[in-house]
Structures are given as C-alpha cells and as structure tokens.
C-alpha cells in the first residue's frame, strides 16, 4: 500500500471507525467566522451541517496550486476537500481535507501507537500523523474531533501547522444566528 493511501486511511480509519450516527441537518446562518477566499463557494453549503458539529475552517491557504472546494456530509461527520482537479474524491487529487465528527470515548488512547503529540494554538492537544505523501493532524475542540490532511507535495508541515492553528484560533460557521 503507498505511504499516500496508508496515511488518508489511518486518519479516515480514525475518524470513520468511531461508530458516528447520521446528524440531523438544520437550517442555518453563518457566524462572522472568515476563512480563506478558496471556501467561499461552499459556505453556503456548510450552513446545513449537523447543529453538533462546529466546522472550523483556516484563515489562510497558501498554495501556488489553484484548489477547488467541496464540503458534503456524510454518516454525521462533515467533510471539506480541497481538490487539484474539480469533481475528483480520490487521493491523488487532494489538496487538503478537513473532516468534523464526533468526539470518540477513548480518544486519543486507543489510537496512541500511531500518533505523534503536538502543541497547537490555545491550548489544544494536537495529534500529528506523518506519510511521505500525505500526513495530517488530529484534535479536540468543542466535542468534535477535527481531522485535518495535506498533500505533503502541496504543502510544508509548517504551512500545514500554521493552517491548523487558524482553524482552532477561528470562530466556528455556526448553524445558529450570532
């Protein structure tokens, strides 16, 4: 199996083998939150994800490569991917994917052996898994769990820290009036 493949699973592994339950999906509003220009044309789309999951998106995403949103919701968790090539859901054309489900009884022991700790912003323990071709970066916020995976060829580990770090640091797209 490629280190590509190896990595997306564990981190999908980890989020999807946690028994999550279909949410119910509410209308919404978005809160003042200001993600990246790139997520504009789906932010509309993520006003009706699960009350329970508090989607948190970076400020910034600095590519030189152009990237192509989508955001869908699947078995309770949402899911952002932003893409190399428009309509593409494999692997190879993934820039960066961010999934928000709920958070695992256990968390993070049973996974231990496969992740490596890291300090992220505002006192967040972070959780780092590292491939040749893609790696990512795992967390606790707000009851849900973030998932949050890079194209290692796309991005440098401290591009990848810095956009993870704004995620945590920014305020949540709400599916309640602020």
Known sequence: MSSNKRTCN????????????IGNLLTATLAWAAPASVFEPILEDLTTAPAERLVRLPASVPSDVELHPTAFEHYGMVIVRLDTTVGCNDASCMGVS???????TGWPAMYAEELTPIALSNDIQGYAVDGEVSSGMIWVQDGSLYAFSYQTALFSSEDALAMANSMVSQPPITNAPQ
């Not at 564990?10 to 339950?21: A, D, E, M, N, Y």
């Open 10 to 21: 564990t981190i999908f592994k980890i989020v999807v083998g946690l028994g999550l339950g």
């Open 98 to 104: 961010i999934v928000v489900a709920e958070e695992p």
